[in-house]
Every structure is written in C-alpha cells, then in structure tokens.
C-alpha cells in the first residue's frame, strides 16, 4: 500500500476507522454505540454547585457525573449575560458573579469524561463545517495555522469577512485547513449551513429541559471525513455496505472531489486483517516498543503524565559510543511520533532520550520529533532538552487513550501491574493470626489463601510454621481458596 488510506471497520456495536500511510498504521479512532464520545456535543445545562476557591463550577449535563465549568471557559457574550446589568463583563469576573446555583446555562463538552474525572465544558461554543468553525457571539475571523503563505490567509479572511458581513454579521469564523483550496461558493455555502445550524440549536435550547442534549456532532465516520481527509488520502474503504452509502451521499454533499475515492470493500476477510491493523492495535497495547535498530522505547501511562524511556537495547553501532546513541535518539523520535498518535496518548509527556553530549546532535533530535509530529492533527509542544536530559511535550487531550478505551484495570493488582510476593503474604498472614489470637479465644484456626502461598506455608516456611503454631498453642489448618488472588486470605476460627 502506498501514500494514505482510511479503512472503515464498521458494526451495529462499533465504528473503527484507521488511518494507514504508506502502509503504516497511523492513527486509530473508535465509537462504540453503548459509550458515544460527547465532545462537541451542546447541553442545555444547570449550574448545580458554585466552588469560588476553584472559581469553578459543576454542571448538570444529564450525565452520571456533573461537568466541570470554568471561569475563564465563560465567553465574553455570556458573561455580560450571566452578571447583569451590573458585571461589567471585562472577564475578570469571580465564579461567583458569573453562575449562581440553579441557573440555566447553554454549555459545550471540549473534553469527554476521563478516568473519575466528569466532562469539561465551555460557553464559547463553536460549530464546524468542512471548511469552516462558526463562532456564535464572537464577531472575528481566524485563519488555521496550518494554511500557509501569506497571500493565501488574506485571501481567505477577506472572503469570510465579507461572507460574515453579508450572512452573520453577529458572529464570527474560523478558517479552517480544508479550506485552502476552497473556492467562494464553497465558502459561501458553509458559513449559510452553519446559520442554518445556529438557528436550530438556539430553537432547541429555548425549548429543552436542564440537563437535555440541544445538538450531537456527527458519527465518528462522517466526522473523520468532516475532519481529516484532505487532498493527500488517497482511497476510503469501507467494509459496511450501509456505510458506505451514507458516506457516498455525505461526500456528494460537502466533498464532492473525494466521491470516486470511496470504495466498498466486499471481500471475506477482515478488512483490518487484510492490512494488519488487528496486530499494530494489540502492539500499540504493550509498554514495550521494539525499534528496528535493536533499541527499545518503554511508554508508561500514569494519572498525571506519559513517560517515556529510551534504551540502546541491542544495537551496539559500528563506531563511537556517541555515534550508537544518536542513531538510537533519531529512530526513537520518528517512532514516538507515530506511537503517541496511534496510542492517542495526551497531557504531560516526558521523554528520556538517552544522554546526548553534542549540542548539534540534541537539536536534531528535537528536530526529528518536530517533523514526526508535524501530521499529527491532534496540537503539541514541545521543549528542548532541559538539563536532566528529558524532553517535556504537551498534546492536547480530548478523549480517552486507546488503553483505556479497550482495556480495563486488572482485578488482580487493581492496575497497580505488580502483586506482592508469596513470602510477603505469608508474614503478613502470620502477623494477622497473632493479632487475632490475642483477641479471640478458638480451639482451631482456619487460614484459606491462594495455592502460591499455601505451598510456600507448607515448604519453604514450614519451620516457621511450626514455630509459630507452638507459640499460639492451637492448631492451624490450611485451605485453598482457588478464587483467591496471591495478595487475599482470610483467618478463621473455629
């Protein structure tokens, strides 16, 4: 497979769509039909709790747990509305001035729900298109970054400028990437859509209870061909026929240039099979990354950041020591690219390179990072090489990891990834019958616990066992628990 494709992976309970360049799995996105994603999502919701020393506020959305609401996440627009006719509405204005409990609030999920953490809202609410974002109540015109040449943004502002004047005087647009190669009646139609849409969602809100969804963004497969495909993918195939006819019709409407590029895959086998997708997915689930080299990268998930660990593995090189590493630190960077957009990783990422001493030598390795994000559509920054050696990157987070979309902490460690020892638990287990023995009469103890402990009881431990079944003066009876983890028993009397 050469240059870039998306594969649709497409059932009743789940939407997957994989983005290949060149034959390489690039970036995974899945909806499941039991757990939707809400960002972009629009609720008419109701302030339930003011917190002045977060200058915060909790939101009822309808959801299980309420919503986060900023003060600074209150736009300009709403602020004036919320404070009165006595809030001067410059912006600097406590929690406690802006919301009050019980007040009805028009709000929007720029973050889902991640881990025990409810959803992250904003009052500047914004509605996109294929080539434009509508900015309810907010009168000015931006550019994307990613358009460059400066001919090409004045172009495009002073065409949307004169689109605003003309179809929504009292609102404002961002420009975005799409719309490059847009001509003017491409534009003109977005911007009209976009009213069209503004109009219903505020008719919807006028009407909805607190609590009550007033707009959805699309399905995960038409916002992927809202969002991401451009004049550099080359083929969508689709392996659901019904699917394919919605997004056919999508793309005659609004991408009318992508409408031959969108094929039906009718074949037996998996479409993620035929590609590899099935196995790039269960490896971008393992801490270990193996690089072609002979090095490694080790990725660890935690609540407050991404680490990952860099290490010269089995690559020895052919000259110098320095030599090894920067070749190691140059392949490390373009595979931590693609691993942090596959594995949707987000927030805090440190990275440790391995030691470098040549300046030049660091440059290119930030460099050689810079230009493997560079596609990611997803917005990142990144520092030098601080004085410990470590890189420290943002990437903006919206939605869960791939991890903790498809897995689970493990029942056993409670996603601690370690257990502790059987001997561990056989002192633990000989401490817990001291204290028992000391505070209940019994003519018989009962220990149940898991098979690894139970064995090292009766062997390795035995002498201690005897010891201490002396020193209690009662007999000890062992029972093994199959249910039972490594680290759980239970003392019994009897």
């Known amino acids: 497979m050469t240059g870039t494709e998306i594969l649709m992976n497409v059932t009743p309970q789940e939407s997957r769509v994989a983005l290949v360049d060149n034959g390489v799995l690039t970036e995974l996105h899945l909806e499941r039909s039991r757990r939707r994603g809400i960002v972009g999502n629009i609720y008419k919701g109701r302030v339930v709790r003011v917190l002045p020393g977060m200058d ?46 019980g007040q009805n609030v028009l709000v929007q999920v720029i973050k889902d729900p991640l881990g025990t953490k409810g959803a992250r809202l904003t009052t500047y609410i914004t509605v996109p298109s294929r080539h434009l974002v509508l900015m309810p109540n907010q009168r000015n015109i931006g550019v994307s970054t990613r358009v460059e040449g400066e001919g090409v943004r004045a172009r495009l502002r002073e065409t949307v400028e004169n689109l605003r004047n003309e179809l929504a005087p009292e609102h404002g647009f961002i420009v975005r990437t799409a719309a490059e190669l847009a001509d003017h009646e491409a534009l003109y139609n977005d911007a009209a859509f976009l009213k069209k849409v503004w109009d219903s969602i505020q008719a919807s809100a006028a009407e909805a209870r607190p609590g009550q969804e007033v707009y959805a963004d699309l399905p995960l497969v038409l916002r992927i061909l809202r969002d991401l495909v451009g004049v550099d993918i080359e083929r969508i195939r689709i392996d659901s026929r019904e699917t394919f006819q919605k997004v056919r019709d999508f793309a005659a409407r609004y991408l009318p240039e992508m409408d031959e590029r969108i094929e039906h895959y009718p074949g037996e086998r998996p479409i993620f099979d035929l590609f590899n997708v099935e196995e790039e997915i269960q490896r971008a689930l393992e801490r270990k990354v193996e690089l072609k080299s002979g090095g490694y990268l080790i990725f660890d998930q935690t609540e407050a950041m991404t680490t990952v660990d860099i290490n010269t593995g089995g690559f020895v090189g052919h000259r110098k020591l320095e030599e090894t590493i920067f070749k190691t630190n140059l392949e490390a960077a373009q595979a931590i690219g693609r691993q942090l957009r596959l594995r949707n990783l987000g927030g805090i990422i440190i990275i440790d390179f391995i030691d470098m001493q040549d300046d030049e030598h660091k440059r290119q390795v930030i460099r050689a990072l810079e230009r493997a994000l560079e596609r990611d559509h997803v917005k990142t920054q990144i520092c030098d090489v601080s004085p410990l050696g470590l890189v420290e990157m ?15 902490p493990c029942p056993t460690c409670a ?40 064995d090292l009881l009766l062997d390795e431990e035995s002498a201690s066992l005897a010891e201490l079944q002396t020193f209690v003066g009662i007999p000890i009876r062992f029972q093994v628990e199959t249910l039972y983890t490594q680290e759980q028993f239970d003392v019994v009397f009897v």
């Open 56 to 101: 915060a506020a909790f939101v009822d959305i309808g959801l299980e747990r309420t919503a986060f609401l900023h003060a600074s996440d209150v736009a300009p627009v709403q602020r004036e509305e919320l404070a009165g006719p006595e809030g001067n509405g410059n912006g600097r204005e406590g929690i406690r001035e802006l919301l009050r409990e």
């Open 415 to 454: 996603g601690r990834g370690y257990l502790k020892s059987a001997e561990t638990v056989c002192y633990e287990l000989f401490r817990e019958i001291l204290r028992e023995v000391r505070q209940y009469d019994a003519r018989e103890l009962r220990v149940l616990a898991s098979q690894s402990v139970i």
């Open 394 to 408: 943002t990437r903006k987070r919206t939605r869960e990891s791939l991890e903790h979309q498809l897995c689970e």
